[in-house]
């Protein structure tokens, strides 16, 4: 039988303990059939006639604000990168918890110079030190702030060889020794130094911070718009020595036969203008903006997704929004689904019914691909939303050769639609 655990004992829970006479019984203890039993991992410990363990748990590892880290490159968004926290620099390696494991480097916080997209100056699988500067909603880092900061390690994506730093060639600081791929990172002060750095390094200086690329690197970058898999220098191709593959050359165009390069563009997004729904500024968006629909300019937008949008801010845009869906309603008319009707129904005489009522932009009849007969209902559609509305209302239980038809507002979800559309099969002869 095993001997009850004296003070100094190291215990886990259900392990029991030897109490004395006049102990009581604190943190730690429970008492369970007279007997004395640990509940916690820990040390047996006795202060001041009371019994208790002192718990030895190491507590969950939580990042804090201003940590520096070392990750690796998870993914490449279009503005971001996101990288899995390996661990914290300077404190004890512990599990982090679920929500500590991830963070997001924005594009304009990874190095001091032009950088469209992520994927022009990180790769997946690089590893990198950043220092967290938020973590609410979402945790976020950046490596331009210091020079230690950035590209810390990276493979070359064609044959896997450690890449080197390089400043032999304009607009490229890393380079394989193997083959003859060339390309361009966020690099740390110890790049290939691992994590302890020499006080004489220089090799962040390699980034060219603040200076302009040149204009026959400007061709290898991401263009305005893109997602990091489509710009030449990405993983999905070798690197910008290589011929461009088959399949990527219908997103990134024509290639030159004399360098096996990519250089044709892409035609860049028409933009439309339009007024912010959230602070009513000016902005340009890559689409046309309907009307009742957010339309926000990139601060907006930041502060939205960042989840830094104030309940007022949100109310006020709710507002505006709710306004101009009213305020377009006129404009863009009202589409009606009429069903039940009978199947020698033509267009022309659902344009006498309906028109009566006011002015038409469209009938259609809906009908059968392979036979060309009517399916037995209809779209009406009319240039004014009043006028569709005094239809309903004035066509309410019309019958149409004998027949009475169904008529109601369109459903873009198309679930009542179908459901008329049944009905209207069903009652007819």
């Not at 191709?237 to 360098?259: M, N, Q, T, Y």
Request: glycine share 10%; aromatic share 4%.
């Amino acid at each position: 039988m095993i001997s009850p655990a004296d003070v100094g004992t190291f215990v886990v829970p259900g392990t029991t303990l030897k109490i004395g006479e006049g102990d009581n019984t604190g943190l730690g203890v429970a008492v369970s059939d007279g007997r004395a039993i640990s509940t916690v991992v820990g040390t047996v410990s006795r202060e001041d006639g009371v019994l208790f363990v002192k718990q030895k748990t190491d507590p969950i590892r939580e990042i804090e604000i201003g940590d520096t880290v070392i990750g690796e490159v998870n993914r490449i968004n279009a503005k971001t990168a996101e990288i899995k926290i390996l661990f914290v620099e300077g404190k004890p390696v512990r599990t982090l918890p679920a929500t500590h494991q991830f963070a997001d480097i924005f594009v304009a916080k990874i190095v001091d110079k032009f950088m469209p997209s992520p994927g022009d100056a990180m790769r997946k699988r690089d590893i990198i030190r950043a220092r967290i500067e938020q973590l609410s909603p979402i945790i976020r880092a950046e490596c331009r702030s210091r020079d230690d900061l950035g590209i810390i390690h990276a493979i070359c994506p064609a044959c896997g060889q450690d890449l080197v730093a390089s400043g032999d060639v304009p607009d490229v600081n890393v380079v394989c020794n193997r083959c003859d791929y060339i390309g361009f990172r966020a690099l740390s002060s110890g790049f290939g130094h691992g994590y302890d750095i020499p006080e004489d390094s220089n090799i962040s200086e390699l980034n060219r911070d603040g200076e302009k690329w040149s204009s026959e690197s400007m061709q290898f970058i991401s263009k305005d718009g893109e997602r990091p898999y489509l710009s030449p220098l990405s993983d999905h191709r070798r690197g910008s020595v290589h011929s461009i593959p088959k399949d990527a050359e219908r997103f990134l165009g024509s290639v030159h036969k004399e360098s096996g390069r990519g250089g044709g563009q892409r035609p860049r997004r028409e933009m439309h203008d339009a007024k912010c729904t959230m602070c009513g500024d000016d902005t340009k968006l890559p689409f046309k903006p309907t009307p009742g629909a957010p339309a926000r300019c990139s601060d907006c937008k930041e502060k939205v997704d960042n989840g830094n949008a104030s309940a007022e801010e949100l109310a006020n845009e709710r507002t505006n929004l709710n306004a101009a869906r009213e305020n377009a309603k006129e404009t863009m008319g009202m589409k009606i689904f009429v069903g039940g009707i009978p199947y020698a129904t033509t267009e022309e005489q659902l344009s006498e019914l309906f028109g009566a009522h006011g002015e038409l932009k469209e009938v259609h009849i809906a009908k059968d691909k392979e036979t060309g007969k009517s399916k037995g209902f209809a779209f009406i559609t009319y240039k004014s939303h009043k006028s569709g509305s005094a239809a309903l209302v004035a066509l309410k239980g019309t019958e149409i050769d004998g027949r009475k038809i169904t008529i109601q507002e369109s459903n873009r979800g198309g679930g009542k639609r179908q459901n008329n559309r049944n009905r209207g099969r069903g009652n007819r002869r």
